[in-house]
């Protein structure tokens, strides 16, 4: 069954700080990794898609790796902002198909 | 208009009651989809439209639900006879190329949010 992982469930962090999100996944055959952010009453919006082939990919402070052997992707955020305040959502496509992950929720504090 | 467009951005019915929720996709893209997201959950998959036509209908959680196409452009999800736990918000994407590719990025309508008294 293909499924989406993510942790933490939740985070808390300082305004400025640093932080790390984890996604692992079954999904097979593989064809593309996304990273969406997505605020409170709004719809998901795309940070960054990854291929097979790629290992990092950048979006102004957005950074996400992929390491497709063992099935692990991460999205950094550097020098957080209140803005920043959301839940991240990792998804994983076959050729036909999306599976979602249930995302991190980020808070970022004064 | 630029963005995927959803109506009622809120909707509160009673019990029983059917509701129809509306979404306009971006002009051109080929394919629509609908979720269901309840609080504090992630986004599950209900149906996917590629033109008028509906080949994966596999999230549709019961027969209470369907969902209509028309014109390859507006799409209406109806729920009839709702339940208590329909409460959620239903969010509507559209791509311009089918489902999953490496160029088919989903862009999401806002959402509606859907309360079941």
């Known amino acids: 069954k293909n499924q989406v992982e993510q942790s933490p469930q939740s985070l808390i962090i300082l305004e400025g700080k640093n932080c790390t999100l984890q996604?692992?996944?079954?999904?097979?055959?593989?064809?593309?990794l996304r990273w969406y952010k997505q605020d409170t009453g709004r719809g998901p919006v795309s940070l960054t898609i990854?291929?097979?082939?790629?290992n990092t990919k950048s979006n102004r402070r957005y950074t996400a790796t992929l390491d497709a052997d063992t099935k692990q992707s991460s999205l950094h955020i550097t020098a957080s902002q209140l803005s920043d305040s959301a839940s991240y959502i990792c998804v994983v496509s076959t050729a036909s198909k999306l599976t979602f992950g249930t995302g991190t929720r980020l808070q970022v504090t004064l | 208009g630029a963005g995927v467009s959803q109506s009622p951005s809120n909707k509160v019915t009673e019990k029983g009651k059917d509701v129809e929720l509306r979404c306009d996709p971006i002009?051109?893209?080929?394919?629509l989809y609908w979720y269901r997201q309840r609080l504090g959950q992630g986004l599950e998959f209900l149906i996917y439209?590629?033109?008028?036509?509906?080949?994966?209908k596999s999230g549709l959680p019961s027969d209470r639900f369907s969902a209509e196409r028309t014109g390859e452009s507006v799409s209406t999800l109806t729920i009839q006879r709702t339940q208590q736990e329909d409460s959620a918000v239903y969010l509507c994407a559209s791509s311009f190329l089918p489902a999953g590719g490496i160029y088919n990025e989903q862009f999401f309508g806002p959402g509606t949010r859907l309360t079941v008294l």
């Open positions: 439209f590629q033109g008028n036509s509906a080949p994966d």
């Open positions: 996604c692992n996944y079954t999904v097979s055959p593989f064809s593309n």
């Open positions: 002009s051109g893209h080929t394919a």
């Open positions: 990854m291929t097979f082939s790629e």
